[in-house]
């Protein structure tokens, strides 16, 4: 199993999160994907920009890319694409 995000290969008793049937993800980007979540809340510009460009500059596959606009649907951004590197 490897992460959506990052492409990062799980290893031995290392923990996903499961986002979607085969969307998986890693624990550094799922703290990621939380943090660009509370900075969104907190209408923090600053951090939600440099987070969302982090997560813009993995090497993410085209599932986590659709999911990653429908997350930023539901927590209400204006879509912008997520292009993979």
């Given at each position: 199993m490897k992460c959506s995000c990052c492409g990062k290969k799980k290893k031995l008793l290392e923990s996903f999160e499961?986002?979607?049937?085969?969307?998986?993800?890693?624990v550094d980007c799922s703290k990621g994907l939380y943090k660009y979540q509370d900075a969104i809340k907190e209408k923090n510009e600053e951090d939600s920009k440099k987070l969302l460009d982090e997560i813009k500059?993995?090497?993410?596959?085209?599932s986590f890319i659709e999911w990653f606009s429908k997350f930023q649907d539901r927590i209400?951004?204006?879509n912008t694409?997520?292009?993979s590197k």
């Open positions: 499961e986002l979607e049937k085969d969307i998986n993800i890693c500059g993995k090497k993410s596959e085209k209400g951004v204006q694409q997520c292009d």
